[in-house]
């Protein structure tokens, strides 16, 4: 029985560190965009660098319409994305700081704003170059 209850626990652990609840439903993600043009190689792991050093994974955030929060969590790890479309001949260019931000498909993200760690409120608003995808872009 205790080998039971551990495993319980730990499944419950690996849930929470996932950012999703055990059982949890279907999520959309909203793209936080840390233009902080650091220097490194796209896709790399990346988190906001210089002005924007609050935006790391782990920093507290928060998304709120009206007064009422959505959703909160901790920020996930991003991926670097170039900052320009052209090619500038080397592996390492600028680059901003992409993370994605899964929650809940049910939140309506209409009139919604970012939080992060005591930073913004930053509004949500649709991407038409991604299909409109719900994105934040830190300021």
């Known amino acids: 029985m205790r080998a039971v209850v551990v495993g319980v626990c730990l499944l419950g652990v690996v849930a929470g560190c996932s950012g999703k609840a055990a059982g949890a439903g279907e999520t959309q993600a909203v793209r936080l965009v840390v233009p902080d043009a650091n220097i490194r190689e796209p896709a790399d792991p990346c988190s906001g660098a210089r002005a924007f050093r609050y935006a790391h994974p782990e920093a507290p955030y928060e998304l709120v319409a009206d007064g009422d929060v959505l959703a909160a969590g901790a920020l996930p790890e991003g991926r670097a994305e170039k900052a320009f479309s052209i090619d500038l001949g ?9 993370m994605s931000i899964e929650v809940p498909a049910s939140v309506d993200l209409a009139g919604a704003e970012l939080t992060v760690d005591g930073h913004g409120p930053v509004p949500i608003e649709p991407n038409p170059a991604l299909d409109d995808a719900p994105e934040a872009v830190l300021r």
């Open 90 to 98: 080397a592996a390492r260019q600028p680059t901003v700081c992409v």
